[in-house]
């Protein structure tokens, strides 16, 4: 969660570190349109469907890179990423049974999505305002990991495990708004936007899907559904000529 804070942190601070920023395009190269762009975004995701029934929400970030075929950047090549925590939980338990309660740490379970996709994306050139859609295929990781940490909050985790994975072939439709604006040799863009992940059906767990037994075996609950969902971005992109 730290780094997903830290990269959220990230997000904001990189635009608006940009100095000397004036919106629309200039007379000084800024009307070619590039040549290829990348961007990052802090992201929120909604269940939809059966994967509703069983997850709530999700928080995480993506990122994307981007090459234009034709001059004027409609029709371009998309490549992006992205990672998603759908659950969480965090119990303070003892380091081992041998120590007792006199050592406590922090035993964090994280349910999570990764996920790629490569495909086409038509964007409407504009000063102000550059609106896009896009689609594309890849797939989704979906993994629950538990990790034990010091109970500071500066602490790093020590141990971790994989407890339950799956993979599944996605498809995606993607659609937003760019906002663009520029430094002195730099255009960037507010990226505003949203896709469906098509992730059809998968096993994962969710949040409790694991039960722990007295004599210290654990139990996976998993759960086989769709498990499709929207993400909702805000971010930035910066051209690259």
Known sequence: MKRLLSFAALILVIPAA????RFGRGDDGFDRAPRASAGASFSYGRPVG??????????????????NVDPQG????????????YGRETFRVPL?????GRILVDLTTNNNIVWMGFGPQLTLPGRYFRPY???????SY???ESSVEGS?????????TTNYSDA????????GLLIPFQTRTTEWAIDLGAAYHGNGQVRYLREGGIEDRPDGSIVLHPIQSDANLLTYRLGFSVSLR
Not at 18 to 21: I, P
Not at 57 to 66: L, N
Not at 133 to 139: D, L, T, V
Not at 168 to 175: A, E, H, I, K, Q
């Open 74 to 85: 409609v029709l371009s090549f998309r490549l992006d990423g992205g990672y998603l925590i």
């Open 18 to 21: 940009a100095s000397a920023q």
């Open 50 to 67: 059966d994967f509703l029934h069983y997850v709530e929400q999700g928080f995480g970030f993506d990122a994307f890179v981007r090459g």
């Open 168 to 175: 599944t072939f996605r498809y995606g439709f993607g659609w």
């Open 152 to 160: 500071n909050s500066d602490n790093e985790p020590f141990a971790s």
């Open 96 to 100: 081992s049974g041998t120590i007792g």
């Open 142 to 144: 979906f993994f629950t």
């Open 133 to 139: 859609a896009n689609a594309a295929i890849g797939f």
